[in-house]
């Protein structure tokens, strides 16, 4: 993989911060946008520009074009079984609520239960909880290893023949850890539970095969993957969707409307009322090009690269916490340096041109199991070579003697 060159197709990339070249380490909270990206979205705009499903002139039809070819992509991206298992949405917090709200509250009543993890993104825990409130279900929880990793015998512990919904975390936002889906979805299954997969963080670096895996529900967010913000998918089984009430209701959803009743459309059409966010599907779809050209597998072994560099480079550091497990990690890190408030750390790396996430990552029960209450993380991607890495490196040791310490 030659990163001068894809570096070379992130105008943003190509800019200094506070006198300096910006080292972008914030790629698990948003990526950034190659041209062709960029270029797809503004040519929509361009020459494309038009509602879908309705028109039937000629801009009509190449949007509507390229709107569902982003969708059989996605569907390709994903290996799912049809298109018709693609449900566009805003992002992964969208498509998580459409499933609690449509399939858990019906699915699930007084005495179930809902199994998830302490390590869950808000997005993946709150809807859960208001599921729970509704129907009266239980949460439990699989507890974490010391190192923030879960046990599939205490996987097997947690699930029961009550448990209803599994959800989980393909890949921790703050560990970093990679849960083993595959395994999860069978335990959820031979006790006749769904699996619903957070796959934010694991859809932009590395394969994903829906059908392998056998997860019944996957949610992920194209602006983790070089895609624009504002959207994303859901996948669920062809089965499971269609015996789903849609949870939104206008137009472009509808098959047959009367004064007193109205029928919905087949999938997907019938989760998407309302005009889609169409520049942002063929955005997608664009994003979904540029990662399939550079190879997932290379983006996976770039990231494990990287992110092994930094471990060891962070832990010749003294004064310095990193959370998670040291192996089997995504290319992020979380770390506290003793004593400073991440906070205070994110705005010294900035004047260097650095940038990092400071805070509690949307996971502050995870925050509580680690007794901080926020850290700093440090998030590479394709674009991130071994010399962001020494720049965080330095960085870090300059915030140490602004702060007083000795340099590790």
Avoid at 38 to 64: C, P, Q
Avoid at 234 to 253: N, T
Wanted: glycine letters at 8%.
């Amino acid at each position: 993989m030659n990163i001068k060159a894809i570096r070379e197709q992130f105008p943003i990339l190509h800019q200094e911060i506070n006198g300096h070249h910006l080292v972008y380490l914030d790629s698990a909270a948003t990526s950034q946008k190659p041209r062709s990206v960029i270029d797809a979205v503004n040519r929509y705009y361009e020459m494309d520009n038009a509602n879908v499903h309705r028109g039937v002139h000629t801009l009509g039809s190449r949007a509507t074009d390229a709107y569902e070819g982003a969708r059989e992509k996605i569907a390709s991206f994903l290996n799912a079984a049809s298109t018709q298992e693609i449900i566009f949405t805003r992002g992964t917090t969208t498509a998580l609520n459409l499933v609690a709200t449509s399939y858990a509250r019906e699915a699930c009543g007084e005495g179930d239960e809902i199994v998830l993890t302490p390590m869950e993104h808000h997005s993946n825990l709150i809807p859960w909880q208001q599921v729970a409130k509704a129907t009266g279900a239980t949460l439990k929880y699989i507890p974490l290893q010391e190192d923030g990793s879960i046990s599939l015998e205490d996987v097997r512990a947690t699930i029961t023949d009550h448990t209803k919904v599994v959800a989980i975390t393909y890949v921790s936002n703050v560990l970093g850890v990679v849960n083993p889906i595959k395994e999860i979805a069978a335990i959820a299954h031979q006790h006749g539970a769904k699996l619903v997969v957070d796959g934010a963080q694991s859809t932009p670096h590395m394969k994903v095969d829906v059908q392998d895996l056998d997860c019944d529900f996957y949610a992920f967010s194209g602006h983790k993957m070089c895609g624009p913000t504002g959207i994303g998918a859901l996948y669920g089984k062809k089965a499971l969707l269609e015996a789903m009430e849609p949870i939104e209701f206008g137009g472009e959803m509808i098959d047959f409307v009367d004064l007193y009743e109205s029928t919905w459309k087949e999938l997907p059409w019938k989760f998407e009322g309302g005009t889609p966010i169409i520049a942002g599907a063929v955005g997608l779809g664009a994003a979904i090009d540029f990662l399939n050209e550079v190879g997932l597998d290379a983006i996976e072994k770039h990231e494990h690269k990287l992110a092994a560099y930094v471990y060891d480079r962070l832990s010749t550091i003294n004064g310095i916490t990193i959370y998670g497990p040291e192996e089997g990690r995504t290319g992020l890190v979380t770390f506290n340096l003793d004593d400073v408030h991440p906070h205070d750390v994110a705005t010294v790396l900035d004047t260097k041109g650095i940038a990092v996430r400071a805070g509690h990552h949307c996971c502050q029960p995870l925050m509580r199991w680690l007794e901080v209450s926020a850290t700093a993380r440090a998030s590479f991607y394709i674009y991130n070579t071994e010399e962001d890495v020494d720049r965080l490196i330095d960085g870090l040791q300059q915030t140490k003697e602004f702060f007083g310490y000795a340099i590790g």
